[in-house]
């Protein structure tokens, strides 16, 4: 198995395998004021409330320019904000199958993480209140976040399945970027298609493309 299948985790193939430049200011432990920014924005979409940069800058106590130069634009800083809390759902969706092996295993841990995005009240209220923005960040390859949920779930296949999936019909990270999609259409359907989000659609539809049945 590569090193870097061993080493990674569910929680660091992701950034790993698409940092941005806020991502590398944040973890590099030498900006503190963007820390600082980044942990209230956080703070603020927890509570259900919009992020929005004047206010920020204000309750931190500086201009919009400084705190632009700490973080970037909002779109920057909502990215790294959401897969921050992305990341511990993701953690928490591996352990929930735990002591399952192979297709099972992802299927559940992909399932168990679907049900959790369509539960969350404060990220459905940030769907609802920011659909477009919030389709944009989530589910385009323009953005970080669905280039660091694909590389996880490749992660999770390769771990899995193995370097030649379901009978080597079909690469790790195609397979990972047809996981993903199922996974967006189900958890975002209502922004999608005026759908009701739906878990077990979403299972059904996971187990099948893995051949978990």
């Known amino acids: 198995m590569p090193a870097s299948i061993t080493e990674a985790t569910v929680a660091s193939v992701g950034l790993d395998a698409a940092p941005s430049w806020l991502s590398e200011r944040l973890a590099s432990g030498a900006h ?25 800058a204000t309750s931190l106590g500086v201009d919009r320019t ?32 735990d002591g399952l092996v192979g297709a099972e295993r992802i299927a559940a841990t992909l399932t168990h993480f679907t049900d959790d995005l369509i539960s969350n009240d404060y990220f459905r209220q940030f769907l609802r209140r920011e659909p477009a923005r919030a389709l944009r960040l989530l ?67 996971l187990r099948v493309l893995l051949r978990a049945d």
């Open 32 to 56: 503190p004021d963007a820390l600082r920014a980044f942990e209230a924005a956080r703070e603020t979409l927890i509570t259900g409330r919009r992020i929005d940069m004047g206010a920020l």
């Open 139 to 205: 589910t385009t390859k323009e953005s970080e976040i669905q280039r660091r949920y694909v590389a996880t779930v490749e992660w999770l296949v390769r771990r899995d399945l193995g370097a030649a999936p379901l009978g080597g019909a079909i690469d790790p990270s195609t397979l990972a970027f047809l996981i993903v999609r199922v996974s967006e259409s189900f958890t975002y359907s209502d922004l999608i298609a005026g759908d009701e989000p739906s878990t077990d659609r979403a299972r059904v539809a």
């Open 66 to 97: 400084s705190l632009f130069r700490w973080v970037g634009n909002r779109d920057a800083l909502l990215s790294e904000v959401l897969w921050s809390l992305a990341v511990p759902t993701l953690v928490q969706a591996e352990q929930a199958a």
